[in-house]
């Protein structure tokens, strides 16, 4: 899959492999999408919770309209603190081939933040409760729909990581979803995850509002040396870096 690169926010790092920057969080929404706050309100939260870098990845598709005007209103808070404010989106992965539902325009994005929200199958996305419903019949099996899974991140991971610098968000969150106990999650296959998250420089985020992933896979992935950055996934401005999972973790 090529060099493997460090994935960096601005000058440095955005976290290591051992440890969480508790000062970073790299991934809030605004009102632009899925959140509540305007940017300026956002950033002001931030400031007053002492974070150093923040990263804006509100929900896009391929109808999205507003990418430049949501790009502009983060470069002119940048004006305004002294932080690094990164202007990202988060994406969905469709198809089990890693097909993106991208925006017709990536230029103002510094990154991408991809999700797996439904697992694509035969021309279906499922949600959980389809796969809760699949594993009920026995149709599927938790092994099953965890190397889907893992299949479906690694090959968004790849694709996206053409475009502009990958994260990866709440990963695995489909399976506690659907009722999937970690155990179906084989070493082999973080073995997988671990190599596509190395090999194309996709940082993974430790999400405080979707609890993902889970302390043991967190556990799994830090030691096959991935890096791992906080992630507050707030919807409002005062849920950013704010961390009690995260502490835990």
């Keep these: 899959m090529g060099a493997e690169r460090?994935?960096?926010?601005?000058?440095?790092?955005?976290g290591t492999a051992c440890a969480f920057d508790l000062t970073?969080?790299?991934?809030?929404?605004?009102?632009?999408?899925?959140?509540?706050?305007?940017?300026g309100v956002v950033v002001s939260a931030a400031d007053r919770a002492g974070l150093t870098v923040l990263t804006f990845a509100?929900?896009?598709?391929?109808?999205?309209?507003?990418?430049?005007?949501?790009?502009?209103a983060v470069r002119r808070a940048r004006h305004r603190t002294e932080m690094t404010l990164r202007?990202?989106?988060?994406?969905?992965v469709v198809s089990p081939d890693?097909?993106?539902?991208?925006?017709?325009?990536?230029?103002?994005?510094?990154?991408?933040?991809?999700?797996?929200?439904?697992l694509p199958c035969r021309g279906q996305l499922l949600d959980a409760r389809a796969v809760r419903d699949r594993l009920a019949a026995g149709q599927m099996t938790a092994e099953q729909v965890a190397e889907q899974l893992v299949q479906t991140i690694v090959r968004g991971l790849e694709r996206a990581s053409r475009y502009v610098p990958t994260q990866l968000a709440?990963?695995?969150?489909?399976?506690?979803?659907?009722?999937v106990d970690d155990a179906a999650v084989s070493p082999a296959l973080i073995a997988d995850l671990a190599a596509a998250c190395r090999g194309t420089g996709t940082v993974v985020e430790v999400s405080e509002a979707?609890?993902?992933?889970?302390?043991?896979?967190?556990?799994?992935?830090?030691?096959?040396?991935?890096?791992?950055?906080?992630?507050s996934d707030a919807r409002y401005a005062a849920e950013v870096g704010g961390w009690q999972y995260l502490r835990r973790v």
């Design 210 to 231: 979707w609890r993902s992933p889970s302390p043991s896979l967190v556990a799994m992935l830090r030691d096959a040396a991935v890096t791992l950055v906080p992630a």
């Design 58 to 72: 509100d929900q896009v598709g391929p109808d999205t309209t507003w990418l430049t005007a949501y790009a502009d």
């Design 6 to 14: 460090e994935p960096v926010i601005g000058g440095g790092a955005i």
């Design 24 to 39: 970073v969080d790299a991934h809030v929404h605004t009102g632009f999408a899925a959140g509540r706050d305007a940017v």
């Design 98 to 118: 890693g097909w993106l539902a991208l925006p017709a325009d990536l230029t103002q994005l510094d990154a991408l933040s991809v999700a797996v929200s439904a």
């Design 87 to 92: 202007v990202a989106a988060e994406v969905e």
């Design 170 to 179: 709440r990963p695995l969150a489909l399976l506690a979803q659907a009722g």
